[in-house]
Each structure stands twice: as structure tokens, then as C-alpha cells.
């Protein structure tokens, strides 16, 4: 070979060189803020500590040292509204750069990883995505959500109290009457109160349904609301299980018998 051809032959294989290198610098340029999966090991110079940032300035080729603990601020745990921002990056599959994860317009999805992202079987979850959840307490802070041994969600449920009426309910005398249907739903304790004009019959009884159509009642002294007989008014409080519960009452006074029934579900 002679030394032209070997000058030629140098001179190529610097331009592939060049050529090369300036494919690794393009890579890891700032518009994908983050470095290229195939770069070398001295143009990735990138280090995370506590406190400082160092990386290759692609533009000068120095390395820099930036303080990045004064640049991030961290923002109320309730609002979030000056929370420290945190970017996320993911490789492209097609051309292997990192690039930022983005958000749809429409609906603010991760349209770059919702389809990445695997679940298990619902009953095992051996495979399932594992998220923590936090709730905000009454002072603000934000708290982890806890489970019992079981698994099972600890939670503190504020009563919610129902209430419902029926004003004028009748009885004719020597009949038995049946007051509204009531539904406990998530309810376990009620209360039943009013008045009545007849005094003479001094107990309403309870009763219980699973599916309205066949009804029980408890012993005498477990499911019975006591009349005051000096006035007609009633009160009783019971802790409820079956879903439907309602009010018997026989009516032997000598006349029609005229009811108001209130009561209050929690």
C-alpha cells in the first residue's frame, strides 16, 4: 500500500470518528435533558449527590458543577401548590433517547407510559403496579392510609344520621297495622318515636325482613316500644342487622287509632 492510499485510509477513518463522536454529543443535547442509553463512559460524566449536580456542558465540553439545593423548594403538604417539581424520563423504544414523559391534553394521562404499565391478577396482584396512598388529615398533614393484619382498610366512618316519618298512620279498632317499610341500608342503629291517641294498648313490636315480602319478630322484651300511657309518646332505640325493619301494632282501644311516627336511622 502505498502512502497515499494509507493517508487516505487515515484520513477516512477520522472522519467516521468524527463523525461518531458528534452522533454521541447530538444524543446527549439538552432538548432531551438526560443522557443517551449508548454513550460512551466519559461523555455520560453525569453525578447525582445530595446537594450538587455535575454534567458535561455539551456546548463547551467542560464538565460544570451546579448547586441545585437552593433551586428546589418544597411546597405545603395539603395545597402542593409550591411543590418541588420532579421530572420523569423514559427511553424511547424506537430510538433509544430518553425523553420526558408527556401528558395528553385531554384527560392528563401519561400517554407514554399507560400502555407499559402491567397488572397482575386481581385476586393475587403477583404482578400488580404497587402505589402508596396518603390521605390529609384535620390538621393539614398528609398521612398514609393503613391497613389492619388482614388487610383490610382501618377506616373512621362520621355517622350519618337519616331521618323519616309517617304522620297519621291509622289503625282501625280490632285490627292489626303495619307501619312504612324501612330500609337500614348501611344504618345499624334506630331510633322510633311520636305519639299516639290510643293508650290503651300499651306496645308497638318489631319487625324484621331480609327481602320485605317475609317478616319476625323478637321476643316481647327485645323488640317492643314502650307507650307512656299518660300522654301517648313514645321512644325506643335499637341496634339493627337485617336490612328491613318495621313497626306492628294492634289496636283494642274502642276506636280508630291515629299514629305519628318519626325516627331517626345512624
Known amino acids: 500500500m502505498s502512502n497515499g492510499q494509507i493517508k487516505d485510509a487515515i484520513n477516512n477513518q477520522l472522519t467516521i470518528n468524527h463523525r461518531y463522536l458528534n452522533n ?3 444524543r446527549l443535547d439538552t432538548s432531551n435533558s438526560a443522557p443517551n442509553s449508548d454513550a460512551t463512559a466519559a461523555l455520560q460524566s453525569a453525578q447525582l449527590t445530595q446537594e450538587t449536580l455535575t454534567a458535561l456542558n455539551t456546548n463547551t465540553g467542560n464538565i460544570i458543577a451546579t448547586d441545585i439545593t437552593s433551586k428546589m423548594s418544597k411546597g405545603n403538604d395539603a ?3 409550591e ?3 420532579v421530572g420523569s424520563y423514559a427511553m424511547n423504544e424506537s430510538t433509544g433517547l430518553f425523553q420526558p ?5 385531554s384527560n392528563k394521562s401519561l400517554k407514554t407510559t399507560d400502555a407499559k404499565i402491567t397488572k397482575g391478577s386481581d385476586v ?3 404482578e400488580a403496579q404497587q402505589v402508596l396512598a396518603y390521605g390529609c388529615d384535620f390538621n393539614g398533614d398528609l398521612r398514609p392510609i393503613k391497613v389492619g393484619d388482614t388487610g383490610r382498610l382501618i377506616v373512621e366512618v362520621d355517622g350519618i344520621r337519616k331521618n323519616g316519618t309517617q304522620i297519621g298512620w291509622t289503625i282501625a279498632n280490632g285490627a292489626t297495622g303495619v307501619s312504612t317499610e324501612i330500609l337500614m341500608g348501611t344504618h345499624t342503629r334506630i331510633a322510633f318515636y311520636g ?4 293508650t290503651f294498648n300499651a306496645n308497638f313490636f318489631i319487625e324484621y325482613s331480609q327481602d320485605g315480602v317475609s317478616w319476625f319478630r323478637g321476643s ?3 323488640a317492643k316500644v314502650i307507650i307512656i300511657s299518660a300522654s301517648g309518646n313514645f321512644y325506643d332505640e335499637e341496634i339493627i342487622t337485617p336490612p328491613r325493619v318495621r313497626l306492628s ?3 283494642n282501644s274502642g276506636a280508630l287509632e291515629t299514629i305519628n311516627l318519626y325516627w331517626t336511622q345512624l
Open 249 to 251: 301494632r294492634t289496636n
Open 195 to 198: 305519639d299516639t291517641n290510643n
Open 24 to 26: 454521541i454529543i447530538d
Open 79 to 81: 395545597t402542593l401548590v
Open 220 to 222: 316481647d322484651d327485645n
Open 83 to 85: 411543590a418541588q417539581q
Open 124 to 126: 393475587v396482584l403477583t
Open 101 to 105: 414523559l408527556s401528558a395528553h391534553h
